[in-house]
């Protein structure tokens, strides 16, 4: 906290291994949303920024980046990631003062998982490699994993270090120089991290970071010709913006989008563990359910139905409310007044479509002492709706807050339509101490991830995405390091 506090609060892009204001001069506020007051200029970068940064990547890919050995890369990584731990103090609290995720959470699980899945990227540098297929007695043919060159990186608000050290690590690893633009709602930590890719000696050019807005610099780099990939993390629908927009230059895109995740409750699940699991592990503390794995829908055996809703609803009064740099707080606040506006929406709308709200919906200066610097702040109470009707807005939409909505099903035939009956794919959760039962959902179930008897549990070596309106590709494990190359086929004629 003192070592952000020490710091100017106007942060620079990087890009070139140089920091430098946008070219306009133009900035952005940046809001600290525990208090609603502007902490900090960022640039509001444009087409010339995102420019000069491709320009850079480019020339670092082709003068230095991937003519280094894989090893050296590596390396390089390595040594990235011991200044993440150098600097983890301060990153933590950059990210949470920029967009209220809770410090016991930056420090314990986003920095360190930083560090960590940016080794697990150096070592999978130099095992890139392609295969020798058998065509004929003739010839000798192959295939080579090449780096693309200039990947663009997008990224959204809620977890920006650790979303984008994931596409950098992937993305390096295999030989790209990358162009990051993180949200405008929360750039701090990752303008702050290209500093410390450039102090850590990464070579210039190689990490270029460009704050600004979406439909500006985001789509400056979704459009620019000089880009050779785009890895984007947001919502569904500026997924449908920029699949269009880059449809010009047809690249290839990764969509790590939305989701309306389900956790399933089986009567014969351990309720002491699900109901912990379903509630705080899942959409209550966890980044006050601004988690694109919320799980925003509980779906509970109908026998069993109104004990786990009094389960839920009293770990739901245990949540503590509050400022997010206090290392007791378990839930801080929502990212912006948009998006409080938008979550606030949906807690007003679920009863007027015959949700019942069980507990929570309260929100702003009511939840503090009068005179609090909270009651500025973006806060919303952990909310519980129960309905029979899956087809409600409440039940169908991402609503990205602590709001879940509990949902009885008869059978296990019951639980699979409903848990696949919205337009999202990311994950679900289920509860249950039926292995073949598990095994059985695992199968039928259309997410990218299940999780069995835990939730949210995230890891550099498992590949993470969605399917369905979720997006589509994978971040982390091997599959994002294909990812991040294209295959060249090679046909050698043995006369
Ligand atoms: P968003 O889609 O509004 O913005 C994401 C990023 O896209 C930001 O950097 C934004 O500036 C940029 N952007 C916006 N318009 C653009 C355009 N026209 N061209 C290029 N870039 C543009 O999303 P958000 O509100 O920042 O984040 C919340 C969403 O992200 C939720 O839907 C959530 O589910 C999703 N999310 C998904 C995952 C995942 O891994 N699946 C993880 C976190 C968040």
Not at 235 to 259: C, D, I, M, N
Request: net charge negative; with cysteine.
């Amino acid at each position: 906290m003192t070592e952000a506090a020490a710091r100017p609060t106007r942060f620079d892009n990087v890009i070139g291994g140089a920091t430098r204001p946008a070219t306009s001069g133009a900035t952005l506020p940046s809001i600290d949303p525990s208090t609603g007051v502007d902490w900090a200029a960022i640039p509001r970068s444009g087409g010339p920024d995102v420019d000069l940064a491709v320009a850079a990547a480019r020339t670092a890919f082709d003068t230095r980046w991937r003519s280094l050995r894989a090893a050296e890369r590596g390396r390089h990584l390595r040594r990235l990631a011991d200044a993440i731990d150098e600097h983890a103090g301060e990153l933590a609290a950059l990210e949470t003062r920029d967009n209220g995720r809770i410090i016991s959470e930056t420090t314990t699980f986003d920095l360190p998982a930083c560090s960590e899945m940016l080794r697990y990227f150096a070592g999978a540098a130099d095992k890139i490699s392609g295969d020798t297929v058998e065509v004929g007695p003739t010839s000798f043919n192959f295939t080579r994993r090449e780096a693309i060159g200039v990947v663009g990186v997008i990224v959204p608000w809620n977890a920006p270090l650790s979303i984008a050290c994931a596409k950098l690590g992937a993305a390096l690893a295999a030989g790209n120089t990358v162009v990051l633009k993180p949200a405008e709602q929360a750039s701090c930590s990752l303008l702050r991290l290209g500093q410390v890719a450039v102090e850590a000696g990464l070579p210039d050019g190689v990490i270029n970071v460009v704050a600004g807005l979406g439909e500006e610099a985001g789509d400056a780099l979704v459009t620019h010709p000089g880009v050779g990939r785009i890895t984007f993390t947001g919502s569904t629908e500026t997924a449908q913006v920029v699949a269009a927009r880059a449809a010009g230059t047809l690249k290839p895109l990764h969509f790590e989008l939305g989701g309306k995740s389900p956790n399933i409750v089986f009567a014969d699940a351990d309720l002491d563990l699900a109901a912990v699991g379903v509630s705080t592990m899942s959409v209550f503390t966890g980044n006050a359910g601004q988690t694109c794995i919320a799980g925003s829908r509980i779906l509970i055996e109908s026998s069993i139905f109104d004990d786990m809703v009094d389960r839920i609803s009293k770990e739901a009064a245990n949540v503590v409310l509050g400022a997010p740099m206090d290392p007791t707080t378990t839930m801080g606040p929502i990212v912006s007044a948009e998006q409080f506006d938008r979550v606030t929406g949906y807690i007003d709308l679920g009863p007027t479509e015959g949700a019942a709200m069980v507990c929570g919906g309260g929100r702003g200066a009511g939840l503090f002492a009068p005179g609090s610097p909270l009651a500025g702040g973006y806060y919303v109470e952990p909310t519980l709706f129960t309905s029979s009707r899956p087809d409600l807005r409440v039940c169908q939409e991402e609503i990205f807050g602590p709001v879940t909505v509990a949902i009885p099903f008869r059978d296990e035939a019951d639980a699979v339509r409903i848990a696949n009956g919205t337009r999202y794919g990311l994950a679900a959760g289920v509860w249950t101490r039926d292995l073949a039962r598990a095994h059985r959902l695992i199968r039928d179930l259309q997410v990218g991830s299940v999780w069995v008897n835990t939730y949210r549990r995230i890891h550099w070596a498992l590949p993470f995405g969605g399917t369905k309106a979720s997006g589509f590709g994978r971040d982390s494990g091997w599959e994002s390091i294909l990812e991040n190359t294209q295959l060249k086929t090679a046909w050698i004629d043995l006369p």
